[in-house]
Nanobody
Framework: QVQVAESGGGLVQPGGSLTLSCVVS????????LGWYRQAPGKERELVAS???????DYIESVLGRFTISRDNDLNTVYLQMTSLKPEDTAVYYC??????????????????WGQGTQVTVSS
């Protein structure tokens, strides 16, 4: 049974930076597609960034150039480096994984388990 554990959130001023981490349990990490998601108050959860087993990445337009997703297969960990943070980035951030054929469509509806998430608040 795969489990995920996110960490690294906090309160940061606009323009600041944070790096989120997510440990994914199990021995299939190397072949999993992975994603970071966020849910702001009153909004639906959305896919923010994806990384595939070969290292290819994909981002939503609003974070392009500011966020970087990466993975460490030896540590079963996926990261989200966030820079130039804006108040509209405030949300609970989650990671998830998916073992199905790699695609953005599958990452938009991952079948992996959800963790508790980590709160990111951007405010002065």
């Amino acid at each position: 049974q795969v489990q995920v554990a996110e960490s690294g959130g906090g309160l940061v001023q606009p323009g600041g930076s944070l790096t989120l981490s997510c440990v994914v349990s199990g021995n299939l990490f190397r072949i999993l597609q992975l994603g970071w998601y966020r849910q702001a108050p009153g909004k639906e959860r959305e896919l923010v960034a994806s990384i595939f087993s070969d290292g290819r990445t994909d981002y939503i337009e609003s974070v392009l150039g500011r966020f970087t997703i990466s993975r460490d297969n030896d540590l079963n960990t996926v990261y989200l480096q966030m820079t130039s943070l804006k108040p509209e980035d405030t949300a609970v951030y989650y990671c998830n994984s998916d073992p199905r054929p790699e695609s953005i469509a599958n990452m938009n509806h991952p079948i992996g388990p959800w963790g508790q998430g980590t709160q990111v608040t951007v405010s002065s």
